[in-house]
């Protein structure tokens, strides 16, 4: 086992990538960045790391910024329930902790949003302590290299595989054995077509030897996405204002929408539109778009219409002056409404 973690951390030494999170070893850094990757590539990470860092760059400022500039510096990362938890947890450091990270397993993993693999990340990354980190990148490197077989969702495939990694870890430098695992796995091991020719561990590695990298990591088959289908609007009032709606529930709370109402029929959304207060003089249908959550498909008739000025209405001058959903920002991005 001590061959494996070796070799890796030799590899990740001389192989890494140059990322901004890799030259700081502060626990409010590293938790940001760690967030930030949970759902998206370290490519595409860099730039918002760097703008939320510049502008939050302590923990204080972060418990302190308001919702609408929080949510602009995360607009486009999606899931923003991770920056809205990460804000509840900076409240929580600075309140109970003066503002100092906390460096132990048991308080890490009371904090809202910082699960298993994120404590493990901050406290063997930061802390250097043998704390075990581990994502699918490390599962499919582990399953791979020890040639697991067994379903990979599985709690019981999920414990082998965390106690193999813990092992590994051990009498090595934590910081550097998980941050060169995840890269292997990031970089090398990847989901498809991994290039085993040049890794560090292909000489034991049972997948490569047994020709089984396409089937390790086994998964059982995710379930159908929920289909919604909406009439959304670009609506603009007769001081060409748009409206917008503000989202205080679910998953996108806390950024704004167009207006829409889940329907496949244009009458019925008009009415419930008209019931809302909203008098509507025109509407042109524009095109038929699609946004893919996690575990859902939004299917959206846009219509570009006017409204009178008869009652008041939450609306801004332009699309950029509040953190718009990223469904309708692929709309807005098209200018579809400035012939209008
Ligand atoms: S040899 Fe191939 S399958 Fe095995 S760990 Fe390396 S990249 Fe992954």
Redesign the pocket.
Known sequence: MSHFSDRIIQWYEIHKRDLPWRHTDDPYYIWVSEIMLQQTQAITVIPYYKRFIETLPTIFDLAEVEEDRLMKLWEGLGYYSRVRNMQKTAIEIVSKYQGIFPNTYENLIQLKGIGAYTAGAILSIAFKQKFSAIDGNVM??LS??FGVETDITLDSTKQKLESFNQTLLEDKRPDMYTQAIIE??AT???KHK???EV????LD????AKGL?SS?PLKAKAKAKKELHFQTFILQDEDNRFVVWKVTDNLLKGLYLLPQVESDSLNYALDVLDSMGYTIVFTEPISQFKHVFTHLVWTMDVYYGKIKNEKKHETVTSFEDVPMATAHKHIIKEKTYAKY
């Open positions: 499919r490197v791979r290299y292997l796995g090398l091991c990847t991994p290039q085993c890794c560090p561990v292909k590695c049972v997948a490569k990298q390790i």
